[in-house]
């Protein structure tokens, strides 16, 4: 069972910016590299919400709240997926994690943003 490792999350005052990395290393190459990708969060007492996905062509799509601030991309050979967060806000303060676009990959442990005022 493929399971993604998220890291790179951290505290940030708002404005600032953080990336954060996935790997899916027990994904076959083949395999990863024919998913649609996405970063979800949940933030404190929220569910679970995609914020952006990428196509294996890596064509992009983000949810309203992070459009123009936030950019997904891929790194096929090494099976990994990033999230550039630039001008955050504390809204965005959550959990992050990487799937599946349809999430049939179990859940990592998540990487922890925190956007302080």
């Known amino acids: 069972q493929v399971q993604p490792v998220e890291s790179g999350g951290g505290l940030v005052q708002a404005g600032g910016s953080l990336r954060v990395s996935c790997k899916a290393s027990?994904?076959?190459?083949?395999?990863?590299?024919?998913?649609?990708m996405g970063w979800y969060r949940q933030a404190p007492g929220k569910q679970r919400a995609l914020v952006a996905t990428?196509?294996?062509?890596?064509?992009?799509n983000y949810a309203d709240t992070v459009k123009g601030r936030f950019t997904i991309s891929r790194d096929n050979a090494n099976k990994k997926v990033y999230l550039q967060m630039n001008n955050l806000k504390p809204e965005d303060t959550a959990i992050y994690y990487c799937?599946?676009?349809?999430?049939?990959?179990?859940w990592g442990q998540g990487a922890q943003v925190t956007v302080a005022s």
């Open positions: 027990r994904a076959i190459t083949s395999v990863f590299n024919s998913k649609t």
């Open positions: 990428i196509t294996r062509l890596s064509n992009t």
């Open positions: 799937n599946t676009d349809t999430q049939e990959w179990s």
